[in-house]
């Protein structure tokens, strides 16, 4: 991980540091982090699936919409398909209610509808979300207390003259995300000038004779400045000299910058690593981020990364592991960095479904929707060749943000405030506060108590695990005497149903357990109910396909496309709720 954040720190430098340091581009591809994981370049074929009137905001309801999904499919018309494992994707509160079904269901009903069938794959696009509103949360400082807080979120926003932001109402995902990007840009190419002790990039690009002094630079900046333990040892001797004469170690500005930097790598880290296609790099970033979520509130997704971690390490055997970590990421375009989630797919397919319907005007209908939603890319195919024989292009696109004044701005700022020294610094009351460090915060609360998260999660996994051994009460393996072996490849051939699990290998805690199976436990209940607040997706930014290019991905935009018509998106956008 140290490895992977250096490099995220490395491509900074070059993308944003100025033409002084693009002679490094070759050397810096070719020392790019690589997983055995990592995904082989291709192209994902697309196929959209009708729009179906059903109600999601309940267990049921998702339950209906699975069943309408393989009814559309015709896999029910496939011989022995109760017994193939079947895999899904989706937002957190979706999968959440998926996992829920096999919780309530799990002793009670068997094969289909037990969902004992199902594996569940996470949404990234989502995790990524709550983690930009975490960030947000535990670095916005107090606004409007000026150069007092000269390192928070908040200072920043204000001296780029961005528009205020209160963090009981945050502005949509896009917005949050390209303003701590911003910051954490100014952030690296200013300690870069610590350590290189330059004045300015451009000397500083000068003086670097080798790409192995860049990346000692760039070791530098993370032990220095992105460093957790640093801080925790800066505050540890405050807190023993507390009450001396003189000034008190440590500073609160530097080491709440050091958690900020430490923090925006972590997030770009894991927004590269999905555009790079490395599901071995996107591992590693869950975990840190299953205990940044607890740590910053995200108690919800928290839990889902405990699930995925817990899946890939002792649950799923290996040829499932390598099918979720091969395809939660798809790529429209089969071109390099161009990995989207899939669960970005889905809201950007979605964006386009109701844009194409909302045009149709008042004669729209359920049965318009349906008949559109499959045919979403030839549709935008269709106009984008429209566009291009018109000769006019009635959409938003646009050249990439420049983001050098941006960057150049804050630098002055954390140069001038000299954010990045140790100079003392205490807050004064209503200043601002010392930031969480929110990884150790996370590992605290899951191991530090007798009753903690870690364990309700065991708890609850090895209740599930009793549960499912028992012979279910409604049984629906009936049909198994119409199934002939026989006929089957052994690979092919249906478990036999299983066996009755005697009382006495039910744990005293399990057994205590079955006495309410249709109460949820404190777990399980955390994990169903309603979905966090989270930052909205109001615009079509807030689900383009490449968010660190320029297009704004409105519905008219030109693209290239390949012979077989498959549209090229590196420029696409958009927005929708959850509904398949």
Same mark, same amino acid.
């Given at each position: 991980?140290?490895?992977?954040?250096?490099?995220?720190?490395?491509?900074?430098?070059?993308?944003?540091?100025?033409?002084?340091?693009?002679?490094?581009?070759?050397?810096?591809?070719? !020392?790019?982090?690589?997983? !055995?994981?990592?995904?082989?370049?291709?192209?994902?074929?697309?196929?959209?699936?009708?729009?179906?009137? =059903?109600?999601?905001?309940?267990?049921?309801?998702?339950?209906?919409?699975?069943?309408?999904?393989?009814?559309?499919?015709?896999?029910?018309?496939?011989?022995?398909?109760?017994?193939?494992?079947?895999?899904?994707?989706?937002?957190?509160?979706?999968?959440?209610?998926?996992?829920? &079904?096999?919780?309530?269901?799990?002793?009670?009903?068997?094969?289909?509808?037990?969902?004992?069938?199902?594996?569940?794959?996470?949404? &990234?696009?989502?995790?990524?979300?709550?983690? @930009?509103?975490?960030?947000?949360?535990? $670095?916005?400082?107090?606004?409007?207390?000026?150069?007092?807080?000269?390192?928070?979120?908040?200072?920043?926003?204000?001296?780029?003259?961005?528009?205020?932001?209160?963090?009981?109402?945050?502005?949509?995902?896009?917005?949050?995300?390209?303003?701590?990007?911003?910051?954490?840009?100014?952030?690296?190419?200013?300690?870069? &000038?610590?350590?290189?002790?330059?004045?300015?990039?451009?000397?500083?690009?000068? +003086?670097?004779?080798?790409?192995?002094?860049?990346?000692?630079?760039?070791?530098?900046?993370?032990?220095?400045?992105?460093?957790?333990?640093?801080?925790?040892? /800066?505050?540890?001797?405050?807190?023993? !000299?507390?009450?001396?004469?003189?000034?008190?170690?440590?500073?609160?500005?530097?080491?709440?910058?050091?958690?900020?930097?430490?923090?925006?790598?972590?997030?770009?880290?894991?927004?590269?690593?999905?555009?790079?296609?490395?599901?071995?790099? =996107?591992?590693?970033?869950?975990?840190?981020?299953?205990?940044?979520?607890?740590?910053?509130?995200?108690?919800?997704?928290?839990?889902? @990364?405990?699930?995925?971690?817990?899946?890939?390490?002792?649950?799923?055997?290996?040829?499932?592991?390598?099918?979720?970590?091969?395809?939660?990421?798809?790529?429209?375009?089969?071109?390099?960095?161009?990995?989207?989630?899939?669960?970005?797919?889905?809201?950007?397919?979605?964006?386009?479904?109701?844009?194409?319907?909302?045009?149709?005007?008042?004669?729209?209908?359920?049965?318009?929707?349906?008949?559109?939603?499959?045919?979403?890319?030839?549709?935008?195919?269709?106009?984008?060749?429209?566009?291009?024989?018109?000769?006019?292009?009635?959409?938003?696109?646009?050249?990439?943000?420049?983001?050098?004044?941006?960057?150049?701005?804050?630098?002055?700022?954390?140069?001038? $405030?000299?954010?990045?020294?140790?100079?003392?610094?205490?807050?004064?009351?209503?200043?601002?506060?010392?930031?969480?460090?929110?990884?150790?915060?996370?590992?605290?609360?899951?191991?530090? +108590?007798?009753?903690?998260? /870690?364990?309700?999660?065991?708890?609850?996994?090895?209740?599930?695990?009793?549960?499912?051994?028992?012979?279910?009460?409604?049984?629906?393996?009936?049909?198994?005497?119409?199934?002939?072996?026989?006929?089957?490849?052994?690979?092919?051939?249906?478990?036999?149903?299983?066996?009755?699990?005697?009382?006495?290998?039910?744990?005293?805690?399990?057994?205590?357990?079955?006495?309410?199976?249709?109460?949820?436990?404190?777990?399980?209940?955390?994990?169903?109910?309603?979905?966090?607040?989270?930052?909205?997706?109001?615009?079509?930014?807030?689900?383009?396909?490449?968010?660190?290019?320029?297009?704004?991905?409105?519905?008219?935009?030109?693209?290239?496309?390949?012979?077989?018509?498959?549209?090229?998106?590196?420029?696409?956008?958009?927005?929708?709720?959850?509904?398949?």
């Amino acid at each position: 991980m140290d490895k992977c954040l250096r490099h995220c720190i490395l491509r900074i430098i070059v993308e944003h540091g100025g033409e002084k340091f693009t002679k490094f581009r070759e050397e810096l591809d070719k !020392a790019l982090p690589v997983t !055995a994981e990592k995904i082989e370049l291709h192209r994902t074929p697309l196929h959209p699936l009708p729009a179906w009137n =059903i109600d999601e905001s309940t267990i049921i309801g998702n339950s209906e919409v699975v069943d309408a999904i393989y009814t559309e499919l015709q896999v029910k018309g496939l011989s022995h398909w109760k017994w193939v494992v079947k895999i899904l994707a989706g937002d957190q509160l979706s999968i959440a209610r998926l996992r829920s &079904l096999l919780n309530i269901r799990a002793g009670h009903e068997g094969a289909y509808t037990g969902f004992g069938w199902g594996v569940w794959m996470p949404g &990234l696009f989502h995790g990524k979300i709550a983690d @930009m509103h975490g960030f947000f949360v535990t $670095h916005w400082g107090v606004p409007h207390r000026g150069t007092h807080n000269p390192g928070s979120l908040s200072f920043h926003n204000t001296h780029l003259h961005r528009s205020p932001i209160v963090l009981t109402s945050l502005p949509p995902f896009r917005v949050c995300r390209d303003l701590v990007f911003v910051s954490l840009y100014a952030r690296v190419l200013h300690c870069l &000038l610590l350590v290189s002790e330059q004045p300015t990039l451009d000397e500083c690009g000068d +003086s670097i004779e080798s790409f192995a002094q860049l990346e000692s630079y760039a070791e530098q900046i993370q032990t220095q400045y992105a460093n957790a333990e640093t801080v925790a040892d /800066l505050r540890w001797q405050r807190e023993m !000299a507390a009450g001396a004469n003189g000034v008190p170690p440590g500073d609160e500005i530097f080491e709440n910058s050091c958690l900020f930097l430490r923090d925006a790598l972590i997030s770009r880290e894991f927004t590269d690593s999905i555009k790079a296609g490395d599901s071995g790099r =996107i591992v590693l970033v869950l975990k840190l981020l299953a205990l940044s979520f607890r740590g910053n509130g995200r108690t919800k997704y928290a839990y889902e @990364m405990l699930h995925v971690i817990h899946n890939l390490t002792h649950v799923w055997p290996k040829p499932i592991r390598d099918i979720i970590l091969n395809n939660w990421l798809v790529n429209p375009t089969g071109k390099p960095f161009s990995w989207v989630e899939v669960d970005l797919m889905q809201e950007h397919m979605n964006f386009w479904i109701k844009t194409i319907y909302q045009a149709h005007g008042s004669a729209a209908s359920w049965e318009w929707l349906g008949m559109v939603a499959p045919c979403v890319t030839a549709l935008r195919h269709l106009s984008s060749s429209i566009i291009s024989i018109l000769g006019s292009d009635q959409g938003t696109k646009h050249a990439p943000a420049d983001l050098v004044t941006d960057v150049e701005v804050l630098m002055e700022s954390l140069t001038e $405030h000299e954010v990045y020294q140790i100079k003392g610094r205490i807050f004064a009351e209503g200043d601002g506060t010392a930031t969480t460090d929110v990884i150790t915060a996370g590992v605290q609360q899951l191991t530090d +108590s007798t009753s903690n998260p /870690l364990m309700e999660y065991n708890a609850s996994f090895s209740k599930l695990q009793a549960r499912c051994r028992l012979r279910p009460l409604i049984e629906s393996w009936g049909d198994n005497k119409s199934i002939d072996s026989a006929s089957l490849p052994p690979s092919e051939s249906p478990s036999p149903p299983p066996s009755p699990l005697a009382q006495s290998e039910i744990t005293d805690g399990d057994a205590e357990g079955d006495s309410d199976d249709e109460e949820l436990t404190s777990f399980e209940q955390t994990m169903d109910g309603e979905d966090e607040p989270t930052l909205t997706r109001d615009s079509a930014d807030d689900v383009a396909l490449d968010m660190d290019g320029g297009d704004s991905g409105f519905i008219f935009v030109s693209h290239s496309y390949e012979d077989d018509g498959i549209y090229d998106s590196d420029s696409s956008d958009n927005e929708s709720d959850s509904e398949q």
